[in-house]
């Protein structure tokens, strides 16, 4: 049976973060980094209201930045590799709310350098990549609507916030 379509809202990395982390997921995970550039998911696809709400609330929130600096790698048990943000939480959960409603459950932020459907028993040594990645920082100015249809890429469907 064909996986149906997936929306979510997402916070991709400006181009000079782009720059650095690209060439880390290219390595680490080409099949994800084939899927979907480098980002911050900010509303997963089942907790996303219809469009037409986003649409409004996101209309309602208008302009906007918020900076967020991250951790160096962090490897998980299920084989993930991801950077977590110690800087600008608070922001991220606010835009949430903004969108989701008061009740939006926290979700934790992060970049995902190595998806976990695709950490075979590979290993990689952190250390190297780990003083590119420690205490990047990147301001947010853009949510972005993308949708996948099956298991193919996901594509930019709207963008909401400043584009300057």
Known sequence: MPRPTRRQLTLFLPPAQQAIVE?????????????????VTLCRDDELPSLDVVDR????????????????????ADGAILLRPTLGTDSYQRVR?????????????????????????????????????????ATFRIIT????????????RQEYGALT
């Open 23 to 39: 060439p880390i997921r290219q390595r680490l995970d080409p099949r994800q980094h084939a899927l979907v550039p480098a980002h």
């Open 97 to 137: 709310q903004s969108i989701l409603g008061s009740s939006a459950k926290v979700h934790g932020a992060h970049i995902t350098l190595l998806h976990p459907r695709h950490a075979t028993d590979s290993t990689f040594d952190l250390s190297e990549i780990a003083p590119l990645l420690t205490g990047l920082t």
């Open 57 to 76: 609330r996101l209309a309602d929130l208008g302009a906007f930045a918020f900076t967020m600096r991250f951790s160096g790698p962090q490897r998980l």
């Open 145 to 156: 609507l993308i949708e996948q249809c099956g298991q193919g890429p996901w594509r930019v």
